[in-house]
């Protein structure tokens, strides 16, 4: 089965502090893409990030940071030093090929509020 | 480039009425989506298009609503006639593929549909 967990339903910290979205996909494809969006209260859908399955580097932006595992099929977020603008729902999203048809499902989304 | 452009950003419909949303993709994008996000059930997609022809429309729910592709930068989304558990927020997004590589999607702002 063809899947994405994001098993973190709600997550609430006090800023400052660090903390990480998990996502864990389920593939048999050897190529897909992973994804991250951010969607903040005023509801637009933003892209964070993207990475394809042959490229385990880890990514860091800013206070962003993304650990992708193949061997434990996870692609986990880290924001450090969190701040309330980053109070949002945050998506993990997989894309594969399935009878030469593009598919890209979502996880449920993590709610992630970041308390002053 | 302007992004995708979704219109109208708010519509406030009676049940039984006739709902057109509409969608730009961002220009040289060759796939299109159409989603539907409520509280209940998250963000589902509803219908893809790969060079304006649909792919997949197994998510549409059922025959009241309809998607068209009539040209590369233009499509809409009809749902007649309208219910009440229509109501939700519609995204509509792009992307540029070619053979295995996918981009990221690109999302409009969405359509906050009210059927009353």
């Known amino acids: 089965a063809q899947k994405v967990t994001q098993a973190q339903t709600e997550i609430s910290v006090v800023e400052k502090e660090d903390v990480t979205l998990d996502c864990v996909y389920e593939t048999r494809d050897t190529t897909y893409y992973l994804f991250w969006y951010k969607q903040p209260p005023s509801g637009e859908l933003v892209f964070l990030i993207r990475?394809?399955?042959?490229d385990e580097q880890n990514e860091i932006s800013g206070r962003y940071s993304w650990n992708f595992q193949k061997s434990t099929s996870s692609f986990n977020f880290t924001i450090t030093a969190s701040q309330v603008v980053d109070s949002a729902v945050y998506f993990c999203?997989?894309?594969?090929?399935?009878?030469?048809?593009?598919?890209?499902?979502w996880g449920a989304g993590t709610k992630l509020i970041i308390k002053p | 480039d302007a992004g995708v452009i979704q219109s109208p950003r708010h519509e406030v419909t009676e049940m039984g009425q006739e709902v057109t949303l509409r969608c730009k993709p961002i220009s040289g994008h060759d796939y299109l989506f159409w989603y539907r996000q409520t509280m209940m059930r998250g963000l589902e997609l509803l219908i893809y298009?790969?060079?304006?022809?649909?792919?997949?429309d197994s998510g549409m729910p059922e025959d009241r609503f309809s998607a068209k592709m009539p040209n590369a930068s233009f499509s809409t989304l009809k749902i007649q006639p309208s219910e009440p558990r229509d109501s939700a927020v519609y995204f509509c997004?792009?992307?540029?593929?070619?053979?295995?590589?996918?981009?990221?999607?690109?999302f409009g702002q969405g359509t906050r549909l009210t059927v009353v």
């Open positions: 999203a997989l894309s594969f090929h399935m009878d030469s048809n593009y598919q890209l499902i």
């Open positions: 990475r394809n399955s042959f």
């Open positions: 997004a792009s992307s540029l593929g070619s053979g295995t590589v996918r981009t990221e999607a690109f």
């Open positions: 298009f790969n060079n304006n022809v649909p792919i997949d």
